[in-house]
């Protein structure tokens, strides 16, 4: 590989690592927020232990989210100086305003939000919440606005030796794709964490546990996917029609369309050979492109061929990806949908294979934004800034060497820190809310953690680690 | 706005700003990169239970300005950013990797059960480490960097020098006393006695390496020493290195009497000298001997759409950040859990 693929290779890995934990700090924020407020509001204790036991799972994907995002801020200088010299005009504040608008309000708050209860009010605590979770938003917000620069830039010319200059601030923030890529994203967010919040409180459902809590999470979980999973639908058809608009060839590669077509057929699966210029062992339904594209039967739609091979992206990528991404949003919904239906027979916290199903859509929201982001960045080559600058005159002077060094050790670190969080928050999320409400009356006899000490410690899987079943359990032999 | 930003003032009022964020980077995560030096040098588990807590609730801000120096040089800057992050990539890369390894102590360590030494010297390791890269870094930006046709033209190692290991170990030094004087002022009991006893060496450490620093980058980069020894300059420098020598003296004197956030205010001030002594060697360049401050900056319509923001915004920051100081003020009380697990051992109403 020369120095741009590692350059790439490395970007991709450290941003696509990173991206997981945004996405669920900023759903979990937002949850404990809601959480935070309902416990000041009602004051009824199961909000509290919910409130507790997501806030920390909350501190340790937020923590990931930090210490991967600060890598990002500076290999954009280290790795690609080329794009920083033409670009930081533009992006350079975005990057700034992200930085004094977002990770300075998330970090004056956070440590009021992790240990600040008991030390400051309920509402205190609670704008303390609403203070970090408005910075992931703003985080997002900013960050999005730059990168959606780079897909539809605006309100900015480039000079003789390629260096943008802003002449509308408002154009270059508010770029054509932004409003559609960030719903799209913050959306995903949501979604993301409402499955979290279901898988996870399923499982001590599964398990007969933390009944009061994990009923109060699930039934919260389902309605916020019930919601959120069609409008993330709805988002993604409305980004699609944008991409249309302003990057035809990424929504052809996302297609698998080669020829500029009237009335282009849906491509369900197929083989896009990037050699031959067509798709192989296509199966396609007619029409049916056309109809959610352009919303008409004979709607004409650009093809790949309209740019010569040089200037396409990796089709095979962008396309798989994208049906990686489209079918985890339909089984999300479908998920949702089924969660409704048993709702309304009663059956939502009973139905054993359904908290089976929802701790298997834990991961899908993850692989969904790792998918989606796939698309609309991959989709983006061979340029870095569309139709402006090319990804292979972006990198820096830096060798092969020493790209290859940071990225092995980036590998490494980032699987130690994987397996160190899944471990950390797996304990955690597995040990589950405390139990300080009463259990409801006619399932008290299956709720394995109100029969008392002795059974709260030797059911809880992590029955090893020490601190916080005792007092909690204490408390609740006293309630 | 526009013609305003155009004014040959405007890019000093910038540099004066990023100076301002580096600042208060160094002082603010100085305090718990010292910490984190002196980890493994405290004797018992329970001090060092103490002194990770004092530091708990603040480390995240701290090290955000770390992020604004970044973003705030590609905004103000572009060509220190893409000029120096190249030329000194490794050193860097590494700093960023032992801060993730830093980052991660303080949220799984107090979960550890079994491998909790594993993340002490996580933490530890991390600090030392990141510091050293700081120092390298420093050490190469006074030495200056090869450049050519706009861009760095050195390779991999050519950020090393003697004289950046040399300001490694003074940060070590340094870091270690901001960090000693914060334990001081925040820890009781043995905390207290371990951080006080520290304080001495690091102390003695960071007056010699200042010294050695001084010296060697006077003899080896001849515009350092222009820039300090030709008269009228000698003169009218003189009060920073007698003021620094006065503060040197004052800390010492003070480790075990006077108001206990003595040692620490004190030891931000040795910072703050430093960092003067620092903008008087590489004035007026952002890149050392090739970009000024004049040279590199960003387009001015830039520079007026970042004005607007830090005018209304940074005091906002800077007065939030204090208060979450204030809440978390006084003596730090051993808590029973970790990073989000206080949430739990907390009492409440």
Partial sequence: MDAVELARAQFAFTIGFHILWPTLSIGLAWFCTLLSLLWWRTGRPVYRDLMRFWIRLFALSFGMGVITGIVLSYEIGTNWAGFSRSVSNVLGPMFMYETLTAFFLEAGFIGIMLFGEGRVSKGTHFFACLMVSSGALFSATWIIAANSWMQTPAGAVADADGIFHVVDWWQAVFTASFPYRLAHMVCASFLTGSFVVAGVSAFHLWRRQHLAASRTAFSMAMWLALVLAPTQIALGDLHGRNTLENQPVKLAAMEGLWDTTKGPAMTVIAWPDMAEQKNLYALDIPHLASLY???SWDGEVEGLKTVPPSDQPNVPLVFFAFRIMVGIGLALLATAVTGLALRLRGRLFYARWFQLLAMATTPLGFLGVLAGWTVTEAGRQPWIVYGHLRTADAVAPVTAGAVTTSLIIFFAVYNVLLLSFVWFAGRLALKGPADSSVPSREHVGLDRTNAGLSAASSTSPASLSSSSTAPATLEQAGA | MLELMQNPHVPLAFAALAAFCVSVYVLADGLDLGVGILFLAAPRDDQRDLMMASIEPVWDANETWLVMGGTLLIATFPAGYYVLLPAFYLPIMFMLFALIFRGIAFEFRLQATRFRFVWDIAFAAGSILATLCQGLILGGLIGGVPMQDGMFSGGPFSFFSLLGLMCGIGLLGGYALIGAGWLIWKTVGSTQVFAREIAHAALILTAVMMALVSLWSALTVPEV?????????????????????????AIWRGIWEGAEPRTFLLSLMVFALGLVGLVVSLWPYVVPRHVTVWDGAADPQTLGFIAIG?????????????????VFRGKVEPHAGGYGEAAMGSPHP
């Fill in chain 1, 293 to 295: 594209l352009t919303h």
């Fill in chain 2, 225 to 249: 020493a222009a820039r300090w020894f030709a008269l009228p300059n000698l003169l009218l420098l003189a009060p920073v290195p007698l003021a620094t020598l006065a503060v040197l003296v």
């Fill in chain 2, 310 to 326: 830090l005018v209304v915004i940074l005091p906002i920051v800077l007065a939030y950040q204090a208060h979450a100081y204030w």
